[in-house]
């Protein structure tokens, strides 16, 4: 079983202790603790992994004219939970029983845009109140965010910092790839370049080039470099924030490779894409239509992704294959080589010709379909139905 405490004062559990930053006066201090066993019951020293982290919503504010903490103090970069792993004996209430000593403290999680309600997106003012922080923990003990908490060089030093190959480890000259970067500390990126190469630059024209951001995780769109032959591979670069307009770099050598593909693998590449394009299409993709990314091989196969056909393919895929599981299985594919797919299908109109030839029955089909919304469902008997007569009529063929 768990014991959950709470105050708005650090000092009673003792995380006035904890060296990084300023405690945060009015912001909830959690002391969380597990327990087995009768009583005098046995604490729990458990350690959690970061992708299965104890996961609190904190409330921040008071009164709602008088906000705590806002989004711009967020945004700052520095608004970090810290953790203290000292056990309390819950029996002996005194002051010093509840301040133990020699707690060994630890960086929990560098709060990010998506940590806090209402989001700190790109479009919401710095002068937002913030009414809750979501805060993750690995384990047990007393925990609490501080402000002006930048990620440290003990924590950088700590950490291995690199790129996932859950998404691209190599990529075109011409940029566009979606890059993901694991460690500590990435929240809130001030500039990420590859090489010499701004890939991403903090309230400048590069940021879009973003895509997510969180202590962990960062999802950031390749660079265009200058290289035409053979390959070129370079260091990853990334800026974080510190006090005073200060920078903490964190450097990851020989981290990805451009490298242009022959003309035999642009063409296979472009064939293999075709059949996924249909299934990115079909089956729920991120198109510019409903929310998320841009639908790239459509943009590219027919000059805009505000193309009527692509209309009548986002509309055929809410009406009957947005909660398809086989297909939406293959989304992540889709997405994952569309950009790379994209650039090879606009630079060459003869594959774009392709592309648009393999859609035109599947736009055609979803003209209908939506047209006679009970068609679809008469089709999909009549074609159950055949193959069912077909399967019997080999079996009693067989025997």
């Given at each position: ?28 201090t959690v002391s969380l603790h597990l327990y087995q ?179 962990t995780e960062l999802r950031v769109l390749s660079p ?162 055949i193959s069912f007569l077909s399967i019997r009529r ?6």
């Amino acid at each position: 079983f768990a014991v959950v405490r709470a105050t708005r004062n650090p000092t009673a559990f003792g995380l006035d202790r904890v060296d990084e930053g300023i405690p945060w006066d009015g912001i909830w201090t959690v002391s969380l603790h597990l327990y087995q066993g009768d009583y005098p019951f046995e604490e729990l020293d458990v350690t959690f992994a970061l992708d299965t982290p104890i996961v609190m919503d904190l409330p921040v504010g008071s009164l709602p004219d008088e906000p705590v903490v806002r989004i711009g103090d967020i945004r700052d970069g520095g608004v970090t939970l810290y953790r203290a792993e000292a056990m309390y004996d819950y029996a002996d209430t005194s002051p010093k029983a509840l301040r133990k000593t020699n707690a060994p403290e630890r960086y929990q999680w560098n709060v990010g845009p998506m940590d806090t309600y209402p989001l700190a997106g790109r479009n919401v003012s710095d002068d937002t109140p913030v009414r809750r922080i979501r805060v993750r923990m690995d384990g047990p003990g007393v925990a609490g965010l501080r402000r002006d908490a930048y990620l440290t060089k003990t924590v950088v030093d700590s950490t291995h910092y690199r790129v996932s190959e859950n998404g691209a480890i190599r990529g075109s000259y011409k940029g566009g790839d979606e890059v993901v970067i694991r460690g500590r500390g990435l929240a809130w990126p001030t500039r990420i370049l590859f090489g010499d190469v701004m890939a991403y630059e903090r309230d400048a024209d590069l940021e879009n080039r973003l895509i997510f951001a969180s202590d962990t995780e960062l999802r950031v769109l390749s660079p265009a470099f200058d290289g035409e032959d053979g390959e070129t591979v370079v260091d990853i670069t990334v800026e974080m924030p510190q006090r005073s307009n200060a920078t903490m770099t964190i450097h990851m050598p020989k981290q990805f490779t451009f490298k242009n593909p022959t003309w035999l693998t642009q063409l296979l590449t472009a064939l293999i894409g075709i059949p996924i394009a249909l299934i990115g299409l079909l089956a729920g993709g991120r198109s510019a239509g409903s929310g998320g990314g841009p639908c790239f091989i459509a943009t590219a196969a027919y000059g805009t992704s505000l193309a009527e056909q692509v209309e009548v393919l986002r509309t055929f895929r809410d009406m009957w294959l947005l909660d398809n599981a086989v297909g939406t299985a293959f989304v992540d594919i889709y997405y994952r080589l569309s950009p790379t797919l994209a650039d090879i299908i606009a630079g060459h109109p003869a594959l774009a010709a392709m592309v648009r030839l393999a859609l035109w029955p599947v736009v055609l089909s979803a003209r209908f379909f939506a047209a006679v919304p009970g068609i679809g469902h008469m089709t999909v008997m009549v074609l159950l139905g055949i193959s069912f007569l077909s399967i019997r009529r080999k079996s009693t063929q067989q025997q």
